[in-house]
């Protein structure tokens, strides 16, 4: 139906309502902690589904191409072994290149690490799309929801910890550690009240709160 729809764009780009159609989140994210916390906060919103369902029900998950949430997971990072940047996020923006309008909402969410001189995240910016809310983690996933802290030293452990190979090893090591996770086998946690003094996470939950109060969902 959408696909015919699709012809007549300039006609009902304003006007889907009349027609039953309910529009969804497009989802570009790396991997499965981003959508755990995704799930996370429609819950915390009223959805009462399990995560499998969340691609049926009210989002479209994406990375590189559509994919399929199998417990909560699905093949996300990175394709190619070395690739400098998050590849896939481009791949999927140019794939829904002509679809945009069919989405409430565009999350798209990466981590730093790997793009370079910034490059995906100064192309997603190019796109110029008012409905578009982009975090990047630096350097990765772990680090965002550090600032889910309460305590006020989570941040500091961390950065007095001895450098690692690899940037993102020192928060995924060190996580369940920190005073306000310890021992905790579940990254998506502290969210009862889902603010943060992340501004870009506080945008995300604003904007799914806003989603589900408009759809039901």
Do not use: A, H
């Not at 570009?28 to 959508?35: D, P, S």
């Not at 809310?133 to 965002?144: G, H, K, Q, R, Y």
Request: glycine residues 4%; charged residues 25%.
């Amino acid at each position: 139906m959408i696909d015919l729809l699709k012809q007549f764009k300039p006609e009902l780009e304003n006007d889907l309502e009349n027609y039953n159609l309910k529009k969804k989140i497009l989802c570009i994210l790396e991997g499965k902690e981003e959508l755990k916390y995704i799930y996370k906060i429609f819950q915390l919103n009223g959805y009462n589904s399990n995560c499998d369902n969340l691609d049926i029900d009210c989002i479209k998950l994406s990375w590189g191409k559509e994919q399929k949430i199998d417990k909560c997971d699905f093949k996300g990072g990175s394709w190619i072994k070395g690739c400098p940047v998050p590849k896939p996020v481009l791949e999927s923006l140019n794939k829904e290149n002509d679809n945009f309008w069919l989405y409430e909402y565009i999350i798209i969410m990466f981590d730093s690490d790997k793009d370079r001189n910034n490059f995906v995240q100064n192309s997603v910016l190019g796109k110029n799309l008012d409905n578009i809310i982009l975090l990047v983690s630096n350097p990765c996933f772990e680090s965002t929801l550090i600032d889910y802290c309460s305590c006020g030293s989570c941040r500091d452990y961390i950065d007095n910890l001895s450098k690692t190979k690899y940037p993102c090893s020192k928060y995924k090591n060190n996580f369940s550690k920190l005073n306000c996770f310890k021992g905790v086998g579940d990254l998506i946690v502290n969210l009862e009240n889902y603010q943060t003094n992340n501004i870009k996470l506080n945008t995300i939950n604003y904007y799914i709160s806003k989603y589900s109060k408009k759809y039901k969902c």
